[in-house]
């Protein structure tokens, strides 16, 4: 279910990016959805605080005992004798474990005795009692809480930027071969300029997935670049539309270009799968749905408690949105190229 959620998110947003045509300024109404849907994403990725279920708690807690949690939970049972509190689980009710505080933290949740609320905890000897010390209240009644996914935590955030801009690159270099055989067929240089757009803002995707990938990487694996094979196929991938670019460069007839071109991106698209989505999952690696992994990635995991709800709208409303920006993008490059042509023609 949610792989079909997630095409069609996409196959919306690439609706919408034709329209009214791909090859004349978006109309304004297009560029606002964009500007508004793009500043809700970001707002939505950024600002929510991440709330674990006691389910997480005492996993995460058994196997650190030194490990904070963000609990999302309800204060209740306040005893004044043993400066402790029973913090139900904000999801499920009837789970609770009792918790040790501080004095200033005893009159916090007093105040909120009742409400819901995240707090950072830890073990404190057994699953039944955890631990939470002065300023440990993340977030009181929050609106919206992301999920707390074990070995991610706060990291797990890069989803909802890197993962759209990998399947964009994906898009767009087959938006690049479709053009490019367009071309082939009729011999309009429009059509070349098109492929030519969408290959050059897909590669512009690429390297931001590979930043993004190495900023996480840095976190979560200790290095910025690991050669991981998810990390080595993007590197391979960049090279074979490197190539590209330089190809284009490198002939100055505008139809040998175009016709190369074509051919060239035609051939490349059929590296895209296998360096995008096939030989990583070959291959074991550090990066989640490799080989040896034994899920496939928290957006495609089959587990209910893999990613919430709120965080899979969040992650479609992020694929949607930017794969509008690719299209305003490539369609800002194709004009800036054709009106390149016009200026040369009329030197010539």
């Not at 390297?207 to 690991?226: C, H, P, Q, V």
């Not at 051939?267 to 999952?281: C, K, N, S, Y």
């Not at 490059?333 to 009106?339: D, E, F, G, I, P």
Request: glycine letters at 4%.
């Amino acid at each position: 279910m949610k792989s079909v959620l997630m095409l069609g998110a996409a196959l919306l947003a690439v609706i919408l990016g034709f329209m009214p045509s791909i090859r004349v300024r978006k109309p304004l109404w297009w560029r606002a959805l964009v500007i508004v849907c793009i500043t809700i994403t970001v707002l939505l990725a950024l600002l929510p605080p991440i709330g674990g279920s006691l389910a997480d708690v005492i996993i995460a807690t058994r196997a650190d005992s030194t490990k904070v949690v963000p609990f999302y939970c309800t204060p209740e049972d306040w005893n004044s004798k043993i400066a402790a509190v029973r913090l139900r689980d904000a999801r499920n009710p009837a789970l609770s474990v009792i918790c040790w505080t501080s004095s200033e933290l005893d009159a916090e949740f007093v105040r909120h005795a009742g409400k819901r609320i995240i707090v950072n905890v830890s073990r404190n000897g057994s699953d039944t009692v955890v631990q939470a010390r002065d300023n440990s209240v993340v977030a009181i009644e929050p609106l919206i809480t992301l999920p707390y996914i074990m070995g991610l935590e706060e990291r797990a955030r890069i989803i909802f930027f890197h993962v759209p801009m990998a399947w964009i690159a994906f898009i767009a270099y087959l938006i690049a071969m479709v053009f490019g055989i367009k071309y082939l067929r009729n011999r309009n240089l429009d059509d070349d300029a098109m492929s030519a757009s969408a290959a050059s803002v897909g590669t512009l995707f690429t390297i931001l997935a590979t930043l993004s990938g190495a900023i996480w990487a840095k976190y979560n694996w200790g290095e910025y670049w690991n050669w991981d094979p998810r990390q080595t196929t993007i590197f391979l991938l960049l090279l074979v539309y490197a190539a590209y670019f330089v190809l284009r460069a490198s002939i100055n007839d505008e139809q040998v270009r175009a016709r190369l071109s074509s051919v060239y991106a035609i051939i490349a698209f059929v590296t895209v799968p296998f360096l995008i989505f096939i030989l990583p999952r070959l291959a074991p690696g550090l990066h989640p749905g490799s080989a040896d992994d034994t899920n496939i990635g928290p957006l495609l995991s089959t587990k209910s408690d893999a990613i919430n709800l709120t965080k899979q709208l969040v992650f479609l409303l992020s694929l949607f949105s930017f794969t509008l920006v690719y299209f305003w993008l490539m369609n800002i490059r194709y004009r800036a190229l054709t009106l390149e042509r016009v200026i040369s023609r009329e030197k010539s």
